[in-house]
């Protein structure tokens, strides 16, 4: 493509970090140049146990790698509690920045992110792979066919995984200091983004949280659900947990039209994802049936989501230090609007009522 | 099958009638021996439309049906208005009673017709036609298994449809003085009646609709969704509108396994009926896809749902004619508790809070 390559740090040797690393490697434009964790112990570690490049760097520290001048980009899989620190940090350092999501606990941190960011011009992306998936954008020109698909009545989606108890004892997704946001930040980021993206990421009006969300003994939600509602008459629902079997539902439903797939955040297969549609659908003679019944899509893709993501993600990245434009803004305001409902989300389930969604 | 044949009379022509005059037809211990409209003229024609056997008697009204000596029982696809007033007399007059739904106004009615039912030793079954297809009964014994399903967590189902303005000006499922409760009798019933199913016919404790329900200029609703929630944390959510392309989600999800198909209320096929199942799910290495991705079942079904719903339905008033037994408390048990949460819908989307479900 004729790009220059876009050189990553990783700051954190999360377990998602394996698979990035992974995906810088795989995108064409893109290398892992540096690993820092918190000890050089644990990034020697994390590179060798990662197959990475033996000439990766190591660094026993996060401001390491944002001081090695080489580093054009940082991939943060950090806890969610020092995303405001890290991420300012970085863009500080003008270090372009693609975040894990959820991208803060709330939106006045994100928007300290977001002004460290523009005031750097770097580049910000958050890691909601499933947006970058070739399949997405067939999915989005069904959604914004007025004759196949119509006006948005409504949206479910849901994503959960039955995590063990060694998981729900230890682990840092369900520690209020590390994420306090618990399954609504893990797996209801993603639900909510789906539904923003049903909605051509036009903001709902207010929320309504199921009431009796479930919480551990440190009160970090295990499992909620959320209604969303716009003033159109437009409404989505949403269920997040980690207690219940793994499933991750998308069902979008026009006036023309139904979107559906059951594999939204990680397709089945990583070659291929597949997504189903109907238009207009009538039942059969004497409502014995179904005619026609919903077309099946098969996507095939050439490389995995993430890295399709961290592709795009070097692509703008180039584009601003090839030709000194400014950071493209849409995938700011995505997360911005993302965590805007998750905030509200979150203050009607611990307010046991509607809430208005901010602005 | 060496039972006796059991000899429906029909009252009323509706477009359902179609289809349930056909599945008598087909299901071997049923025959329809009579049809009644509030005309002569009408009756005939249906019977002619429908290619009924030229023997069937026609009646040109419903009264004439119930007096018939030689009618076993009777199949009622009448406005719900009309319930309350034809079931009790269809009783009275020791008609066997299979009724459409929703099976009343609200629960204090049916409480009559059931009341009516006893008196008179006459089995009563609702027309929810997917109860009786064999997946039903697959799907029953995955939601059983307490290893690939495990406990309940969540529920999701939708069901809607794109009728026509035609329809939407004039069909009487949308005029309060037939079928008051709109799209939620219609369709929400099958959505109750599948959540239940699901739950294994525990009642939830509360309802809590969504705000503002899109209603017609009468006031009947056209479209809604509501939320379940049961005292263990149990929670359900339902869609359904007269205004969406049609969809017909079921989404059931354990701690250890999940169900799902998107044609529960009339399959794709009447030959066949799928659903699928996982169970302990994980995603692949590194989070790159699933394993295993879901099972796909494909149950071949002998006869369309709704024969079989006549067959079992003849079988049990054959047990009831045959051997002087008490008529099975099953299905109007199921009947009455999914009236019971629609009341509760209903209040609560005409009250805008959360309304507990009665007993």
Redesign the interface.
Known sequence: MGETVVRFGIIGAAE?A??VS?AIALAPNAIVLAIGSRSREKALKFASDNGLNPEVKIYGSYEAVLDDPEIDAVYMPLPTSLHLLWAVLAAEKKKHVLLEKPVALNVAEFDKILEACEANGVQFMDGTMWMHNPRTAMMKEFLSDANKF?QL??V?S?F?Y?FDSNFLANDIRIKPEFDGLGALGDFGWYCIRSILFAANFELPKKV?A???P?RNECGVIL?C?C?L?WDD?K?A?F?C?F?????T?L?A??????L?L??FV?????KEARF?T??????AH?????GP??DEHIVPTDL?Q?AHMVRKFSHLVNKIKQNGTKPKKKWPIISRKTQLVLDAVKASLDQGF?VEVGE
């Open positions: 998602i394996r698979k992974r119509g009545k409504s479910y849901d959960t039955a309504i199921l009431p009796n479930i499992s659900g209604s509602l008459g409404i629902t269920y947990s207690l219940s079997n793994m499933t539902n069902t439903i026009g006036t023309n039209g139904t559906h059951t594999d990680i397709p089945y297969d990583e189903s109907h238009s207009k659908s009538r039942f004497l409502m014995t049936g179904w019944i919903p995995p993430e509607e």
